[in-house]
Nanobody
Framework: QVQLVESGGDLVQPGGSLRLSCKAS????????VFWFRQAPGKEREGVSC?????????YYAKSVKGRFTISRDNAKNTVYLQMDSLKPEDTAVYYC??????????????????????WGQGTQVTVSS
């Protein structure tokens, strides 16, 4: 059974940093485009970032996080990372990763949580508060 496990969520003060991880049991991992979403209380799930199968192409970032978040992947470790710097209270949300096979063409500003993904993680809570 394929599993996606997010980790790294925590309570952090504004201006702080966190690094989220998304580890997949699926092989080969490099077949899959990886997407990060978040959902704040009372709000719809929104796309945050995505990375293509091989980490040598352009990444996508939502306008609200561009310049503060950095996505990367280590296919040897079946893991994608989301480095989050200069965190703001409005970044508070549950962060989810999702994967979809051979979907590099979806890693752009049309990123949407409404389409079908192969697998979703269970989410990790990020709270930014003083």
């Amino acid at each position: 059974q394929v599993q996606l496990v997010e980790s790294g969520g925590d309570l952090v003060q504004p201006g702080g940093s966190l690094r989220l991880s998304c580890k997949a049991s699926v092989v080969p991992f490099y077949y899959y485009t990886v997407f990060w979403f978040r959902q704040a209380p009372g709000k719809e799930r929104e796309g945050v970032s995505c990375i293509r199968r091989i980490d040598d192409g352009p990444k996508y970032y939502a306008k609200s996080v561009k310049g503060r978040f950095t996505i990367s992947r280590d296919n040897a470790k079946n893991t994608v990372y989301l480095q989050m710097d200069s965190l703001k209270p409005e970044d508070t949300a549950v962060y989810y990763c999702a994967i979809r096979r051979n979907s590099d063409d979806m890693c752009n500003d049309r990123l949407s949580p409404l389409i079908e993904y192969d697998y979703w993680g269970q989410g990790t809570q990020v709270t930014v508060s003083s």
